[in-house]
């Protein structure tokens, strides 16, 4: 606790001012970390033309927000913006077993998508520990990873077409249904920008046929006994004052 007022113009010191100096910049902290002006629930992407084009035109800061389960602190408002949350574009609108793809909204939950793909067989294969809450917008906005990225990838590997939308209220898409666009790798370029470069309204991502077996094996590690054939053996305390002797 920084000392009072009265006591710092009886006694000016360093830690009167460390003290006091700290005390500003913790107010600083709360006022910009204020709650933003309005949270906008968009149902449709024309509703997210229009809300981007008149805060462009107003310039005002747009900040899209998935489940907010990110750890990186991508879905925090600006004090002076607006919040575009995405939480209503939750519908899966197309999964072809013959390409293994599936087309979602950025609303729909990681684990959403392997439930609807059960059925053909198939199931989307990233995991970021969260995938019962996290949405799949936040997924490819954050370019998460998770415990399956060591065999099947990041998220930038498992999605192959994006649809989004500019500050400008313009459409723009990346990458392709096939296996590979032609150009530049633009995919790569939103797949992790964290919103910054343009609010998520389609995705197309790739699915994986479920394994046919899976197994859980846990490995336990034997302590080493002292005086085991092959270690080192623990000298008594009369062999060692009989060297000490010596």
């Known amino acids: ?25 913790r107010r600083a902290h709360a006022a910009t970390a204020r709650s933003p002006r309005p949270s906008l629930l968009p149902e449709n992407e024309a509703q997210v033309i229009a809300i981007l084009r008149r805060c462009h035109e107003a310039r005002v800061p747009v900040v899209a927000r998935g489940a907010g389960t990110s750890l990186s602190g991508g879905a925090l408002p600006a004090a002076n913006g607006v919040v575009l949350s995405l939480a209503k574009f939750k519908r899966i609108l197309a999964i072809d077993p013959l390409t293994r793809t599936a ?23 990233p995991d ?11 997924n490819v906005a954050e370019n998460a990873g998770g415990v399956h990225c060591l065999k099947y990838g990041l998220t930038v590997h498992n999605v192959r077409r994006v649809r989004g939308v500019l500050i400008t209220g313009e459409i723009v898409e990346f ?17 992790g920008s964290e919103g910054l470069l343009a609010v998520i309204t389609e995705i197309t991502v790739k699915l994986l046929p479920k394994p046919q077996l899976a197994q859980v094996r846990a490995r336990g590690v034997r302590r080493r006994r002292a005086g085991r054939r092959g270690g080192r053996r623990a000298s008594s305390p009369r062999a060692s004052s009989r060297r000490a002797s010596r």
């Open 1 to 25: 606790m920084p000392p009072s007022r009265r006591s710092c113009r009886r006694r000016r010191c360093c830690h009167c001012a460390r003290g006091h100096k700290a005390l500003r910049v």
């Open 103 to 125: 087309v979602v909204q950025p609303g729909v939950r990681n684990l959403a998508i392997s439930d609807a793909a059960a059925a053909y067989g198939l199931y989307y294969a």
């Open 128 to 138: 970021p520990s969260s995938q019962i809450a996290c949405s799949i917008g936040g």
């Open 175 to 191: 990458g392709g249904d096939a296996l590979d666009a032609p150009g530049y790798d633009l995919l790569a370029l939103i797949t």
